[in-house]
């Protein structure tokens, strides 16, 4: 009940924010230099995603989990790219990661497959690609002849279809006489394939003769999480059986480049 009302609360704000941002637009002459460019852009960069985080139901083993990179792809059309307010969308691309995180096990849980010490498995695993649309209104401040500093709020409505994950830790004997899977994890996406988050950000741009060169650096914050599932620990030697919940936010902090061509018939710019 709090999360809608909350939602409901940053909806009406950014419908309040585009109302007054596009009147704002209409009554800004504009900069001259920004005119020279296309609306369309593309956008590449890297992202970082928060870590999951898991809750402990019983037992003493658990998991260390970590910020996984990513990667987002795709362009934008920015309606008034020469204005100081402006409405912003487009088309991005993204491999959302399951999971990457570090397990490890007692000699004592395992010393009858491997005896010397205790032993550490790398897990990580991407899911299949995301397509989201942002919605984004940005305010574009004129610093210097050529640069530029923007900020940006607004929303991100993201396709993900439905699908489950899962991965097992199975020791095998030397003759191959005994096996014993000793750590599960499975999760799944929502039921609901669309999803949504909130966008904050704020970068640079800069004019040269050919291209107009973006930055920003962007937060998503999801309105869902993307993954939820159960871990277990099992069939050990000595310690007994740990369980738990496992949940991935989907939240991530990107660096984020965009490239605007020169329009064409364009020689020089006017600054």
Same mark, same amino acid.
């Given at each position: 009940?709090?999360?809608?009302?909350?939602?409901? $609360?940053?909806? !009406?704000?950014?419908?309040?924010?585009?109302?007054?941002?596009?009147?704002? *637009?209409?009554?800004?002459?504009?900069?001259?230099?920004?005119?020279?460019?296309?609306?369309?852009?593309?956008?590449? !960069?890297?992202?970082?995603?928060?870590?999951?985080?898991?809750?402990? @139901?019983?037992?003493?083993?658990?998991?260390?989990?970590?910020?996984?990179?990513?990667?987002?792809?795709?362009?934008?059309?920015?309606?008034?790219?020469?204005?100081?307010?402006?409405?912003?969308?487009?088309?991005?691309?993204?491999?959302?990661?399951?999971?990457?995180?570090? #397990?490890?096990?007692?000699?004592?849980?395992?010393?009858?497959?491997?005896?010397?010490?205790?032993?550490?498995? *790398?897990?990580?695993?991407?899911?299949?690609? *995301?397509?989201?649309?942002?919605?984004?209104?940005?305010?574009?401040? @004129?610093?210097? @002849?050529?640069?530029?500093?923007?900020?940006?709020?607004?929303?991100?409505?993201?396709?993900?279809?439905?699908?489950?994950?899962? #991965?097992?830790?199975?020791?095998?004997?030397?003759?191959?006489?005994?096996?014993?899977?000793?750590?599960?994890?499975?999760?799944?996406?929502?039921?609901? !394939? $669309?999803? !949504?988050?909130?966008?904050?950000?704020?970068?640079?741009?800069?004019? $040269?003769?050919?291209?107009?060169? @973006?930055?920003?650096?962007?937060?998503?914050?999801?309105?869902?999480?993307? /993954?939820?599932?159960?871990?277990? /620990?099992?069939?050990?030697?000595?310690?007994?059986?740990?369980?738990?919940?496992?949940?991935?936010?989907?939240?991530?902090?990107?660096?984020? /480049?965009? $490239?605007?061509?020169?329009?064409?018939?364009?020689?020089?710019?006017?600054?």
């Amino acid at each position: 009940m709090v999360k809608n009302y909350l939602e409901k $609360i940053v909806v !009406g704000l950014f419908l309040t924010i585009i109302f007054y941002s596009s009147a704002a *637009s209409q009554n800004h002459k504009g900069y001259s230099v920004l005119q020279k460019y296309r609306k369309w852009g593309f956008i590449v !960069g890297p992202v970082l995603y928060n870590r999951a985080k898991i809750n402990p @139901k019983y037992g003493d083993y658990t998991f260390d989990n970590k910020p996984i990179w990513g990667f987002n792809a795709g362009f934008e059309y920015d309606f008034f790219p020469d204005k100081k307010w402006s409405f912003v969308t487009g088309f991005i691309v993204a491999l959302e990661p399951v999971f990457n995180g570090n #397990i490890s096990f007692k000699k004592e849980d395992i010393y009858s497959f491997y005896e010397e010490e205790d032993l550490q498995f *790398s897990i990580k695993e991407y899911a299949i690609t *995301s397509f989201s649309a942002p919605l984004l209104v940005r305010l574009n401040l @004129k610093i210097r @002849k050529k640069i530029f500093v923007n900020f940006l709020t607004g929303f991100k409505i993201m396709f993900f279809p439905r699908g489950t994950s899962e #991965i097992g830790i199975i020791f095998h004997s030397e003759d191959n006489t005994e096996t014993r899977e000793v750590f599960g994890l499975r999760v799944e996406s929502p039921d609901n !394939g $669309i999803q !949504g988050s909130f966008v904050v950000g704020a970068g640079a741009s800069l004019a $040269i003769k050919k291209m107009l060169l @973006k930055a920003n650096l962007v937060y998503i914050m999801n309105f869902q999480n993307t /993954f939820e599932g159960e871990y277990q /620990f099992d069939n050990l030697l000595t310690s007994p059986p740990s369980r738990g919940d496992y949940t991935l936010s989907g939240n991530y902090v990107g660096l984020l /480049f965009t $490239i605007n061509l020169l329009k064409k018939n364009i020689d020089e710019l006017e600054y």
